[in-house]
């Protein structure tokens, strides 16, 4: 068994375990909390990417990149978005030996730097709407505990920026990308829940923010992304502006999609367990590991067995490792679970003989597959172990919550917390006292275990206008 904390008393001491011994990220640079991607990090990364661009593509928006550096000057042009970074930004000040003129901003987020070429760019109602991404890095001085993947200084980001006509269209495109998350869910295996954020809590800047939760185990949530409608709160600073049909100008009503890194640290806090990470297998650095079994005799014909196993799976799109280290069987067995690959195939003399592999999957069901239809057989493998792995998850994710009748039931809580909320600050912030942590909003569908309508706000018992709303412990 790997020497790991216990996930349910030490999750976070659990949690640093498993990113380190299954080699996802080396934190051993000399800045706090800019980590080295590893090649075994790099390749989830990558495949998580995949699935981003893949979803986010499939509703209209195409790739751009733009500079890391912003002018002081148009950083400061939305008053709301400056104050909400504005202890967070690390700045340029220097070229060489000379003091720049204006000092520049390296980028927590790119609104700034977008928006003053989106006014360039959209003219007509025919430029809209404009939907592009970039996925690069951003900065930002954490001055908490940091923590990889979950709150680190330079962040690998995902954003979408959009352009729409009015607000409708805004609203429209705030919905497209909490149908994309929902696809791209899938491929992570991870339930979560789409959460309005209270007024003195949405992103800087903007109108209303949903934000991604998912807990990680007693009253702790995550957040992993967020999506915001910003109305004209950026565009009239910023002057885009477009001429419509009947020649009246009119601001553009924008849209931002952000998710992170945090979607890495998600799916390994979800669904690792006592022997270390668990990937589903869209995310899998490697889907598939061979561990032949030698035994002196046979080398050669296992050699060529597992040669071809492996150049088949290979071909058939499948990321797959073949393991002809030193080591013995069992330690590869140990190594590649706590780096959480979704299928291992042993093979030895009697699996070359029989034309069978034993097949073992991360949560411990062992079949065999036939050589013979080794590509499909194992395809189908992949899918049984994601979708046992979604089903462990989402019993999990039910378990999660509970629904509080007094405000003094928040205090000490083993779960996130549903709650009757009359929408007012002073009660908000009286529920985040209770639980220590946070009132997360208003979630945008019926929260899991809750039937019908909350009937009076937890804090001050009154009974009309009132929502369910979610409290938490976010970390
Ligand atoms: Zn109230």
């Not at 954003?159 to 149908?179: F, G, I, P």
Request: charged fraction near 30%; glycine fraction near 6%; aromatic fraction near 10%.
């Amino acid at each position: 068994m790997a020497d790991l904390p216990d996930k349910r008393a030490a999750l976070i001491d659990w949690y640093l375990a498993v990113v380190e011994a299954a080699d996802l990220s080396d934190k051993r640079y000399g800045i706090k909390g800019m980590n080295v991607w590893t090649r075994y990090g790099f390749r989830a990364r990558r495949n998580l990417d995949e699935v981003l661009i893949r979803e986010i593509e499939a509703t209209a928006s195409e790739a751009v990149e733009f500079p890391a550096l912003i002018p002081a000057t148009e950083f400061a042009k939305e008053k709301e978005h400056i104050k909400g970074f504005d202890a967070q930004v690390y700045w340029v000040t220097k070229g060489g030996l000379a003091d720049l003129d204006v000092p520049l901003v390296l980028r927590p987020t790119s609104e700034t730097a977008m928006y003053p070429i989106f006014a360039l760019w959209v003219r007509s109602h025919k430029d809209l709407p404009l939907n592009v991404y970039q996925i690069v890095n951003t900065f930002r001085y954490e001055t908490k505990t940091t923590r990889p993947f979950l709150r680190v200084r330079e962040i690998h980001f995902f954003e979408e920026h959009t352009c729409q006509l009015d607000e409708e269209r805004a609203s429209d495109r705030v919905r497209s990308n909490l149908a994309a998350f929902r696809r791209m869910a899938e491929a992570f295996c991870l339930p979560y829940v789409p959460v309005r954020r209270p007024e003195w809590d949405k992103f800087a800047g903007a109108y209303f923010s949903i934000a991604l939760d998912i807990p990680i185990g007693q009253a702790r949530t995550l957040q992993i992304g967020s999506v915001h409608h910003y109305r004209d709160n950026f565009s009239i600073p910023y002057g885009i502006r477009y001429e419509a049909a009947d020649g009246s100008r009119s601001h553009a009503h924008q849209t931002t999609f952000g998710l992170s890194e945090r979607l890495l640290g998600a799916i390994v806090a979800v669904h690792g367990d006592e022997r270390g990470a668990i990937f589903p297998s869209q995310i899998a650095p490697y889907q598939v590991v061979i561990v032949p079994i030698p035994k002196p005799a046979d080398r050669a014909a296992l050699d060529a067995a597992t040669d071809e196993l492996a150049a088949r799976l290979s071909r058939a799109g499948v990321r797959v490792f073949l393991d002809r280290g030193e080591e013995r069987p069992g330690a590869k067995y140990y190594r590649w679970e706590l780096k959480g690959v979704p299928l291992r195939l042993e093979v030895g003399p009697r699996e070359v003989e029989a034309r069978r592999a034993t097949a073992v999957d991360r949560l411990g069901t062992k079949t065999s597959v036939g050589f013979e239809h080794l590509e499909t057989e194992v395809s189908d493998r992949l899918a049984a172990f994601d979708h046992e792995l979604l089903r462990r998850a989402e019993e999990r994710f039910r378990a999660s919550f509970l629904v509080a009748t007094e405000l003094g039931q928040l205090k000490d809580s083993a779960q996130v917390r549903i709650l009757g909320w009359c929408g007012s600050e002073e009660c908000g912030h009286a529920i985040e006292a209770a639980i220590d942590g946070a009132l997360l909003g208003v979630p945008e569908e019926r929260p899991p275990s809750v039937e019908g309508t909350p009937e009076r706000c937890l804090v001050c018992g009154k009974t009309e206008g009132i929502r369910w709303a979610l409290a938490a412990q976010p970390i």
